[in-house]
C-alpha cells in the first residue's frame, strides 16, 4: 500500500522576527498583529511614511517611560499601572507589548469612560493573549475610590486628559501612593476661566495681568500657569518633577510631558509658592486644588 505523501508546505504566515528582519524599526518581538490593529502597521505588514512616523512617535513616548518600569521591576515584586483616560489603551498596550509582555510581574489598568472603547480594548487583549491587562469603565475621579483597583498603584499615566480630568489623575496617583506619574495635559480652561473672571480686579492690583489682558495670552497663560501649580502641587508632596517637550506625540501645542518621582517627604516650600502665585495672580478660588 503506498504510503501518504504530505501535502505540499504552504508559506508560513509572517512571524515577528521574518517581520522584524524585513522592518528594521521594529523591535525583536514586537507583536505585529498589534502594530497592525493600532494602524502603525499596514494591513499587509508594511510601513509607510505615516505609520513610519506613528512609531516613531511610540518610541519617543517609551523611551521616557522605560526607565520609571525598570525601576519598580528592578526589585522582582509585582506592580500596577493605571492608565487614565485610556481610549483606545493606545499606550497601555505599547506598554504591555514592549516591557511586560516577556516579564512575569506587572499589570496595566485601563481606565476609560467610553464603554464601547473598554470592551474593544478587552476583545484586544484577550486576542493577543496579555492577561494582565484589564480595563474598567470609569472616570478618573471614580477610580480613585473604585474597589476594581489595587490599594497601591505604582505607575500613572494620563495623556490628553481634558482639562481638570489631569487633576483628578494626580489627585488618583496622590491617594494611591504611586511612585511615579506620566502626564500629558490637555485642554486647560478652568484657571483661564477665573483668571477672565477677576480680570477687571485683577487689572487693577498687579501689572502681572497683562500677561493676560488679552483673550488669547488669557488662554494660553492660563494652561502655563496650570501646570506650573501642577508641578509645584507635586513637589510639595514629595515628588521630583521633570518637564519637557513630548516632540511628535501630536503636531499641536498640547506637547508638554510632565513625569514625576517620588523621591521624598513633603515639601513645604512648594507649597507655600504655590499659595504666593495663586495670590498675586487672583486665584485664590483654586486654593484647594492647587495646595491640599
Known sequence: MPTATAPAATAPAATAPAATAALPEIRPGQSIELLKELHILTRDGKLNQDSRRKLKQVYHLYHFIEPLLDALAADGRDYHVADHGA??????FILY?????ERPQGHIHGIESRPEL??????????????????LDLTVEEAITSPELPATVELVTALHACD?????????ALAKN????????CCQAEVAAILRQHKNESLGQTPLSELWR????????????????RCLLLQSKGY????????????????????????????????DRAEAILKELNLEDLRGRFTD
Open 164 to 172: 481638570t480630568a489631569t487633576d483628578d489623575a494626580i489627585r488618583f
Open 240 to 271: 521630583q518633577v521633570t518637564v519637557t517637550e513630548l516632540v511628535g506625540w501630536e503636531h499641536s501645542l498640547k506637547n508638554e510631558l510632565i513625569i514625576a518621582r517620588k523621591t521624598g517627604g513633603p515639601k513645604r516650600d512648594a507649597r
Open 97 to 101: 507589548d514592549l516591557f511586560l509582555k
Open 87 to 92: 481610549g483606545k489603551s493606545y499606550l497601555g
Open 118 to 135: 473598554v470592551e474593544k480594548s478587552r476583545q484586544l487583549a484577550a486576542k493577543l493573549g496579555f492577561a494582565r491587562m484589564d480595563f
Open 214 to 229: 488679552h483673550p488669547l495670552h488669557t488662554r494660553e497663560f492660563g494652561s502655563h500657569v496650570t501646570n506650573v501649580l
Open 178 to 185: 504611586a511612585q511615579a506619574i506620566v502626564l500629558v495635559p
